[in-house]
């Protein structure tokens, strides 16, 4: 995990944190699935590569990193990171558009799938963090218009093509009701 300072944006403080480095990959994920009594995910079964990133629904999210001793990000959280804090950054590595050359967009960069994880390092996060757009959408802890917990999808995906780049930019955010949808994971702890 990588220590992420605190500050205040958009009327928000965030405090310090920890952030994993990469997203989770399938193969990290079937040691919990192992370990759990969860069964039946459906990954394990898979014909994915281990090192690239697992896309699971809402509650597995939360069950994996409860298992680690960690926490999903508030969608706060991973929005200051991404931005590289007070940087502002429009994307993760900085302003340029995305493309392969940062991330794993566009239908895998051609190859309708993702990518082992940080296989992009000039997309790199200021603080180091990878894969923070694209490879994988990553779920992240919301609130919804009812005051309730949501999942929110950062970080656009590896099926982003262009009339879904804008995904990929820093401060887009895409609610959806729980189990809906598949995203990767990017566990949290607090200082």
Same mark, same amino acid.
């Given at each position: 995990?990588?220590?992420?300072?605190?500050?205040?944006?958009?009327g928000?403080?965030?405090?310090?944190?920890?952030?994993?480095?990469?997203?989770v990959?399938?193969?990290?994920?079937?040691?919990?699935?192992?370990?759990?009594?969860?069964? &039946?995910?459906?990954v394990?079964?898979?014909?994915?590569? &281990?090192?690239?990133?697992?896309?699971?629904?809402?509650?597995?999210?939360?069950?994996?990193?409860?298992?680690?001793?960690?926490?999903?990000?508030?969608?706060?959280?991973?929005?200051?990171?991404?931005?590289?804090?007070e940087?502002?950054?429009?994307?993760?590595?900085?302003?340029?558009?995305?493309?392969?050359a940062?991330?794993?967009?566009?239908?895998?960069c051609?190859?309708?799938?993702?990518?082992?994880?940080?296989?992009r390092?000039?997309?790199?996060?200021?603080?180091?963090?990878?894969?923070?757009?694209?490879?994988?959408?990553?779920?992240?802890?919301?609130?919804?218009?009812?005051?309730?917990?949501?999942?929110?999808l950062?970080? &656009?995906s590896?099926?982003?093509?262009?009339?879904?780049?804008?995904?990929?930019?820093?401060?887009s955010?895409?609610?959806?009701?729980?189990?809906?949808?598949?995203?990767?994971?990017?566990?949290?702890?607090?200082?």
């Amino acid at each position: 995990m990588i220590y992420i300072a605190g500050g205040s944006f958009d009327g928000r403080d965030i405090a310090p944190f920890y952030l994993d480095e990469t997203e989770v990959t399938v193969a990290a994920f079937r040691e919990w699935e192992r370990a759990s009594s969860w069964t &039946g995910c459906g990954v394990s079964d898979e014909a994915l590569r &281990g090192d690239v990133p697992v896309e699971v629904v809402w509650d597995r999210v939360e069950a994996y990193c409860e298992w680690r001793g960690a926490r999903v990000p508030t969608e706060w959280e991973w929005e200051w990171a991404a931005r590289g804090r007070e940087e502002a950054r429009k994307f993760p590595w900085g302003s340029e558009d995305p493309s392969c050359a940062h991330a794993i967009v566009e239908f895998g960069c051609g190859t309708d799938e993702p990518w082992p994880v940080g296989s992009r390092p000039a997309g790199d996060s200021r603080d180091g963090l990878k894969d923070m757009a694209g490879n994988a959408d990553e779920w992240t802890s919301g609130v919804g218009e009812d005051g309730n917990e949501i999942g929110v999808l950062r970080g &656009g995906s590896y099926r982003s093509g262009a009339e879904l780049i804008v995904f990929t930019q820093t401060s887009s955010r895409f609610p959806v009701p729980s189990g809906e949808a598949l995203g990767g994971i990017r566990c949290a702890r607090s200082r």
